[in-house]
């Protein structure tokens, strides 16, 4: 894959030095300081750092369900203040609604919008052997396992017809076996798809794996410590999980992790 930042040069998601405090017992404690970064259309942004660091915090930011104290968000050009709605977010559970079915699960989004019912249900039928769900269309979320349920999760939040997808942790409480399978899944669903994902995740392996770039965030507050390029080459489907390069790169991020908690303890 060619790199997505050299290909365009007007990113889809601008985030101009954005700090957020909150009150804790009347203390303010300040969560992200002076956050900027960009990323391009069709590009898979990695985001690490310790718990604490406002990561969660971010993407509530972008999404509109909380608005920062300095600084501005750009979605797409727009430097309108509503950004409810204008990116598709999928936290850490899949919030999947028990009394709906997987197939109503997942066009949850296009019903919002008013889009056609019937029209979504057809492209969402057409997806599911994609994402390893044909002939689960008709069951309850309780019935699936915990990759399933996380299939389906990513798939709602695909179909939200979106270019920028905001997806804080998700394979996190997974198994190991689990896990790799569904970040393969992923990329693959990204290629094919092009959206731009930005990939909240602690785990230093998944972060090089996945992403085109890693954005490094030291401890509280929140600041972009390092950023790293990850010159591996795609699909990554055929790459080695031990090759050299792989393995640098890890190296590399745990350094940058280290040197931001210094940083910030000082």
């Given at each position: 894959m060619n790199d997505p930042v050299m290909n365009h040069t007007t990113p889809c998601l601008e985030v101009r030095h954005v700090s957020k405090t909150f009150r804790d017992g009347g203390r303010p404690v300040r969560a992200l300081d002076n956050i900027s970064f960009a990323a391009y259309p069709g590009e898979f942004v990695t985001i690490i750092g310790p718990s604490g660091s406002g990561k969660s915090t971010l993407f509530n930011l972008i999404t509109g369900l909380a608005e920062s104290d300095e600084g501005e968000i750009v979605i797409e050009c727009d430097t309108a203040q509503r950004r409810a709605g204008r990116v598709g977010y999928m936290p850490q559970r899949d919030l999947l609604l028990p009394w709906r079915t997987v197939l109503n699960n997942v066009i949850l989004g296009p019903e919002l919008d008013g889009r056609s019912k019937r029209a979504e249900r057809r492209e969402a039928r057409a997806m599911l052997p994609l994402c390893g769900l044909e002939g689960f269309e008709n069951a309850f979320p309780d019935t699936l396992s915990g990759g399933m349920r996380?299939?389906?999760?990513?798939?709602?939040?695909?179909?939200?017809?979106?270019?920028?997808?905001?997806?804080?942790?998700?394979?996190?409480?997974?198994?190991?076996?689990?896990?790799?399978?569904?970040?393969?899944?992923?990329?693959?669903?990204?290629?094919?798809?092009?959206?731009?994902?930005?990939?909240?995740?602690?785990?230093?392996?998944?972060?090089?794996?996945?992403?085109?770039?890693?954005?490094?965030?030291?401890?509280?507050?929140?600041?972009?410590?390092?950023?790293?390029?990850?010159?591996?080459?795609?699909?990554?489907?055929?790459?080695?999980?031990?090759?050299?390069?792989?393995?640098?790169?890890?190296?590399?991020?745990?350094?940058?992790?280290?040197?931001?908690?210094?940083?910030?303890?000082?």
């Amino acid at each position: 894959m060619n790199d997505p930042v050299m290909n365009h040069t007007t990113p889809c998601l601008e985030v101009r030095h954005v700090s957020k405090t909150f009150r804790d017992g009347g203390r303010p404690v300040r969560a992200l300081d002076n956050i900027s970064f960009a990323a391009y259309p069709g590009e898979f942004v990695t985001i690490i750092g310790p718990s604490g660091s406002g990561k969660s915090t971010l993407f509530n930011l972008i999404t509109g369900l909380a608005e920062s104290d300095e600084g501005e968000i750009v979605i797409e050009c727009d430097t309108a203040q509503r950004r409810a709605g204008r990116v598709g977010y999928m936290p850490q559970r899949d919030l999947l609604l028990p009394w709906r079915t997987v197939l109503n699960n997942v066009i949850l989004g296009p019903e919002l919008d008013g889009r056609s019912k019937r029209a979504e249900r057809r492209e969402a039928r057409a997806m599911l052997p994609l994402c390893g769900l044909e002939g689960f269309e008709n069951a309850f979320p309780d019935t699936l396992s915990g990759g399933m349920r996380q299939r389906a999760a990513l798939l709602r939040t695909f179909l939200t017809g979106r270019d920028v997808l905001l997806l804080d942790e998700p394979f996190g409480a997974l198994d190991a076996l689990t896990r790799r399978e569904l970040q393969h899944w992923l990329l693959g669903v990204w290629q094919r798809f092009q959206k731009t994902i930005l990939f909240i995740t602690h785990d230093v392996e998944e972060a090089v794996f996945l992403a085109d770039r890693v954005l490094v965030f030291s401890a509280r507050p929140g600041r972009i410590a390092r950023e790293l390029r990850v010159d591996l080459p795609r699909p990554r489907e055929s790459l080695s999980l031990l090759s050299e390069r792989l393995r640098a790169l890890e190296m590399e991020l745990l350094d940058a992790l280290e040197a931001g908690n210094d940083q910030n303890a000082r």
